[in-house]
């Protein structure tokens, strides 16, 4: 008999919230199997049991037939467990080769770390993956994608008998995902049994055998994916049929006067970037991975040195060398990372929303409390951020409600511009729906949009017009009705030199 994970009647309950509750599935090896759910339907808190991280309240889970129980991580490694999480666990500090290998890096005679022969076979990994980093490259020089993919050459290293992928894909090309992709397979092939944790329905269909899906923590169904099609997986997930998102949401159809205009930016992966938004207009950014968009959006807000170029708001100019420039300049950023760049994630969803208006509710250095508390639990109603409290941990909370306190912290400022990177990243098609209504909600209440996304169809459906760029320049200018694709594609992948 092959390898096999099974859990049986599995609960976990935190505070105010049951996370599990009589969770039963078997994975066999050999296959893909997917854990498909919205945000908060409990499929992290399934694979940080299964890695050690958490401990189920009840229930057991077998590897092969033997009940295991893991009190740590480091359990679970030795055991044959990896789990590749959302969130990264890198040493950003150390190179690619120490994050590889971590505490197996090959030693010579009397415990001395051969740098030589570790290097070589985290090369051989490189390689493998496709990738062109150097083994010695320190981490935190890598992109968001490359640093994803660091992560996923630690585990497929350890050689686990049990993989489980968790949104993998979120920051990755589709050259580095058909990397991933064609790796998955080879663990199949090998036997492993392969976890597999994505909102995005097309990958489901292209890569796994059989879908486990899950609601509010419970167990709905089990089957085979090539008897599913989307629509029914969409309804299972959500208990409702949501139709088509970009069909239901009301847009704004007012775009007013220039509110923010950029003239020939320059900085470190931007080259002489030039454009115009409107008032209650959504500007889309499309390009492949190390486009030059998240770079672009961080110029604007003053998180990386702006070299050359002007930026204007409402007509005037504005010096924005810093974050807090760009606030006070009325301009506000959602980042690619959430959790490294966006929240505050020991702290409580009440601090979170209010951490950059809080010269407005405090007098004479102190904070209003009874305000605080009113706007924070505002923000929550209006949003529907999932929670029982707004004192609650943010870190706690599931991906697309982290992303609603974002979005509800700069609507609580006074901004002219908001800079939405990736916002529907690992957030599942209810959240995403939502979060495209409160999009079109800013526009209409006269904001400025940039919206920054990888997934064409979001480009395609939310936005006013779309800015295409590579390699840190501007490739494409289109319209409304220019949209499509395969034009999008197309500019994506041109020097910048043919776009006049």
């Known amino acids: ?37 919205e945000n908060g339907a409990g499929k992290s808190t399934l694979l940080k049991i299964l890695s050690g991280a958490q401990c189920a309240d009840f229930g057991q889970y077998f590897i092969n037939g033997e009940e295991v129980k893991f009190q740590s991580p480091i359990e679970a490694i030795k055991a044959g467990v990896s789990v590749i999480y959302q969130e990264r666990q890198l040493v950003g500090e150390l190179s690619v080769t120490e994050n590889v290998f971590m505490e197996d890096l090959y030693r010579k005679k009397g415990g001395i770390v051969d740098f030589r022969k570790s290097h070589e076979e985290t090369k051989k990994i490189i390689d493998l993956f496709q990738m062109p980093f150097a083994p010695q490259t320190k981490v935190n020089r890598l992109s968001v994608a490359h640093q994803q993919m660091v992560e996923i050459m630690k585990a497929y290293r350890r050689n686990s008998k049990i993989i489980a992928f968790d949104e993998p894909t979120a920051a990755l090309s589709d050259a580095e995902i058909e990397v991933l992709f064609g790796l998955i397979r080879r663990l199949k092939e090998e036997g492993k049994v392969v976890l597999y944790v994505s909102h995005r ?4 269909f292209q890569l796994t055998d059989k879908i486990i899906i899950l609601k509010d923590g419970r167990f709905v169904e089990d089957i085979r994916t090539e008897k599913a099609t989307e629509n029914y997986l969409v309804s299972k997930m959500v208990g409702r049929n949501i139709g088509d998102a970009y069909a239901m ?3 704004n159809d007012k775009i007013g006067d220039v509110v923010l205009e950029a003239k020939n930016l320059n900085g470190e992966f931007v080259h002489d970037v030039s454009f115009k938004l409107r008032a209650g207009e959504v ?22 040195k702006l070299y050359s170029g002007e930026i204007y708001v409402e007509g005037k100019k504005k010096k924005i060398k810093s974050p807090r ?9 959602c980042p690619e990372d959430r959790k490294e760049q966006g929240l505050v994630l020991g702290r409580s969803i009440k601090d979170n929303l209010t951490v950059s ?11 209003d409390k009874k305000k605080e508390k009113e706007l924070s639990q505002s923000a929550i109603e209006k949003y529907r951020i999932k929670t029982h409290s707004a004192d609650k941990v943010v870190m706690e909370l599931s991906g697309g409600n982290q992303q609603k306190v974002i979005l509800g912290r700069w609507l609580l400022a006074d901004l002219k511009v908001l800079i939405l990177d990736e916002p529907t990243k690992g957030i599942d098609v ?41 390699e840190g320049s501007i490739t494409g200018r289109l319209g409304k009705n220019e949209l499509s694709e395969e034009l999008i594609l197309r500019l994506a992948m041109r020097d910048a030199d043919c776009f006049a």
């Open 1 to 37: 008999m092959g390898n096999y994970l099974e859990f049986k009647h599995i609960s976990k309950a935190f505070v105010g919230v049951q996370a599990l509750d009589d969770i039963s599935f078997r994975a066999e090896g050999g296959e893909v199997c997917a854990l498909l759910g």
């Open 430 to 470: 209810g959240a995403k729906a939502e979060i495209y209504q409160m999009v079109c909600d800013l526009a209409k209440a006269g904001l400025g949009i940039i919206f920054i996304s990888s997934e064409l169809p979001e480009v395609l459906n939310v936005c006013d017009k779309v800015i295409v760029m590579k």
């Open 201 to 204: 329905l097309k990958e489901l």
């Open 249 to 251: 949401l009301d847009r």
């Open 325 to 333: 420039d760009a606030i006070n300049a009325g301009i506000g950023l």
């Open 283 to 304: 500007l889309g950014f499309a390009g492949l991975v190390g486009a030059g968009r998240s770079e672009t959006a961080r110029l604007l807000f003053g998180a990386d």
């Open 357 to 367: 208006i809080l010269n407005t509710i405090a007098k004479g250095g102190i904070i």
